[in-house]
């Protein structure tokens, strides 16, 4: 006897994780909420990513013979916002300095950036005023949530005051 995963009741027949097609239903929706729509599946004998519905690894699973049926993964370029240097305030112990990839202004970037542009290369760098300029050009623009590093780093700079 098994327990399927989103209602708990006992089974013999169904699916792997679920009792239901119901169930299987409920459990793919929460996992592409959790893990989103797409998932980014790389090659690992040609280093070529590509873009693999959620769905299609929670029912199929993914064999490396099967990839060159989902389109190529296109990387968007991600921006982080820095503090200009010239806006005299709290740097964050650790900060480097860097420049904004439009104005060229000296920005501080603060080591919790560091690790999110190594892993982000070729991450724009922009000054808060170009960063404030593009978000009114761009209706689509996004931020992303802050890390918990960068969170952390917040908290020390309120506690400092």
Not at 44 to 69: M, N, S
Not at 118 to 127: A, R
Request: hydrophobic content about 35%; proline content about 5%.
């Amino acid at each position: 006897m098994r327990r399927c995963f989103v209602c708990d009741k006992t089974y013999d027949k169904g699916r792997e994780l679920t009792c239901s097609d119901e169930c299987h239903e409920e459990l793919a929706k929460r996992l592409i909420a959790r893990f989103g729509e797409f998932k980014k599946v790389v090659r690992q004998t040609t280093g070529v990513a590509y873009k693999v519905p959620t769905r299609d690894i929670i029912e199929r699973g993914i064999k490396e013979q099967d990839l060159d049926q989902y389109p190529i993964w296109e990387e968007e370029r991600k921006t982080l916002i820095c503090w200009p240097v010239s806006l005299k305030s709290y740097v964050t112990p650790g900060s480097l300095q860097d420049k904004c990839s439009k104005c060229g202004q000296p920005v501080w970037v603060s080591p919790s950036s560091w690790l999110i542009m190594h892993d982000n290369p070729g991450m724009e760098i922009l000054c808060t005023a170009c960063a404030i300029a593009n978000m009114k050009k761009d209706n689509h623009f996004e931020i992303e949530a802050i890390t918990p590093a960068q969170a952390e780093e917040i908290r020390e700079y309120l506690v400092s005051r």
